[in-house]
């Protein structure tokens, strides 16, 4: 028996074929989702629906029957009419439309005169572009056939699932808390803040844990569990626990600890984990969106230098070896490209630059540099006295091929044990789909 694990961000789909008992991973497989929406002419969300296709087709000679678990990145969202058919692409986190102006202001500035603050504060999420909450305001306001109309909610993980069976899956609680629109407290969507939003016409999943959706497919048979946010998946694969402190670093990054009571607390996120406890969790801290200023900058460079494309592991080698065999250096650099979480900015600078220390490796070093001070300074804004914290872990891509940066971030917690994570989201998934299965033949 097997169990198929999939990642789905907006541009990757990453796979892996795990041995059902054991969680030993068998086969891997990654999709570049853009590739298949340009080669077919297919919308975002069609893209990554076709990609999982092909991921299941290519994993069908190993068995008949699969458990899958499948893990989005978080906060985005598609809208279906009643019969499934879709009334907008997929929207995702990276598309911060409330920040665009409206007749009357911006949409943010709009959308906080219309809501209770009480209301947003029970969702844990604060209320900022980005998000389901406030992404869907714009779509609502730029569609005015949309304005009252019937209409599915679903987010990444769901509506991936609901192409591939027809049916309509229940929305687990890490993925509608993302969503900005769910009442941590009560579990369960909070209609009052949909009813000041206007999204009385829209249908909202139930929100249910451990759920099972079976069907035949290709003549297979595929038992899907409900799809869980990434961040939650990736935590749970690396071994979070109690006092530890985790720095997940993709992408987008957050800086987490674990309490098993519901504390809202305006200095950081609260979002619902497994087994009754909540993450503490402060995210986009600036990470490998940002890093990817610095390495376009290189690449472009490099090609317009000789016309070479360089692949991003050999370009992400060489400036790991310049920033390694480099001094420190007394460049400032400030990498707030876009809204997050260390400060208020939203330009970057480098600045303290001299006649000699304007190197690659210098500029990288220092770019390291800041970053663990960014991880460092977000951690403390974390960390309560009750936290008592004597492990970091380490998880996501960014964290487990650079070692500089990890280096950097230790020496400011110098009295803690270090683990770093490998493959964590996949074994996350693995973990949550045999408890997942274990419950159901419990409950029979």
């Excluded at 109309?149 to 509608?176: E, M, Q, W």
């Excluded at 914290?389 to 070692?403: E, P, T, Y």
Aim: hydrophobic letters at 40%; charged letters at 25%.
């Amino acid at each position: 028996m097997y169990t198929i694990t999939i990642d789905c961000g907006t541009s990757f789909l990453k796979a892996a074929l795990v041995e059902y008992e054991t969680g030993k991973i068998i086969k891997k497989i990654t999709k570049r989702t853009s590739e298949i929406e340009t080669k077919n002419r297919l919308p975002r969300i069609q893209g990554a629906a076709y990609a999982v296709k092909e991921i299941l087709r290519e994993f069908q000679c190993f068995g008949d029957k699969f458990y899958v678990g499948i893990s989005t990145e978080m906060h985005g969202f598609v809208l279906t009419d009643m019969e499934g058919n879709l009334l907008c692409d997929y929207v995702s986190w990276k598309d911060e439309w409330a920040l665009e102006k409206s007749e009357r202001g911006s949409y943010l500035e709009e959308i906080a005169s219309l809501v209770d603050m009480k209301d947003i504060e029970s969702t844990g999420m604060p209320l900022k572009a980005g998000i389901a909450s406030t992404n869907l305001y714009v779509v609502l306001d730029k569609n005015s056939g949309l304005k009252g109309r019937k209409a599915r909610f679903y987010t990444l993980g769901d509506y991936l699932i609901y192409s591939l069976t027809s049916i309509i899956p229940a929305v687990h609680p890490t993925n509608a808390a993302a969503s900005g629109l769910y009442d941590l407290g009560r579990k369960k969507w909070n209609q009052r803040l949909i009813e000041q939003l206007g999204y009385q016409s829209i249908q909202f999943p139930s929100v249910e844990e451990d759920e099972i959706v079976e069907a035949q497919i290709n003549g297979c048979r595929y038992c899907f569990c409900e799809a869980i946010g990434d961040q939650q998946a990736a935590l749970l694969g690396s071994g979070m626990k109690e006092n530890v402190l985790s720095f997940n670093l993709g992408t987008g990054s957050q800086v987490s600890i674990l309490d098993g009571n519901l504390i809202f607390d305006k200095t950081f996120q609260t979002r619902p984990f497994f087994n009754n406890m909540y993450l503490n969790t402060i995210p986009h801290v600036p990470c490998g969106r940002a890093l990817n200023v610095y390495i376009n900058f290189f690449r472009e460079l490099l090609k317009a230098y000789n016309g070479m494309e360089v692949e991003d592991e050999k370009l992400w080698k060489i400036v790991m070896e310049l920033a390694a065999t480099s001094d420190d250096t007394e460049l400032i650099i400030d990498m707030s490209f876009f809204p997050n979480s260390v400060n208020k900015n939203t330009n970057g600078k480098i600045a303290n630059i001299l006649e000699t220390n304007f190197t690659v490796g210098n500029l990288m070093r220092s770019v390291f540099e800041q970053m663990a001070e960014n991880y460092y300074v977000t951690a403390k804004r974390l960390l309560k006295e009750k936290h008592k914290v004597d492990k970091v872990i380490f998880s996501g891509g960014v964290a487990n091929k650079n070692l500089l940066l990890r280096e950097k971030i230790i020496e400011r917690f110098p009295k803690c044990e270090v683990e770093v994570s490998d493959q964590e989201t996949f074994r996350g998934l693995w973990m949550y789909v045999k408890e997942v299965n274990d419950l159901s033949l419990i409950h029979i």
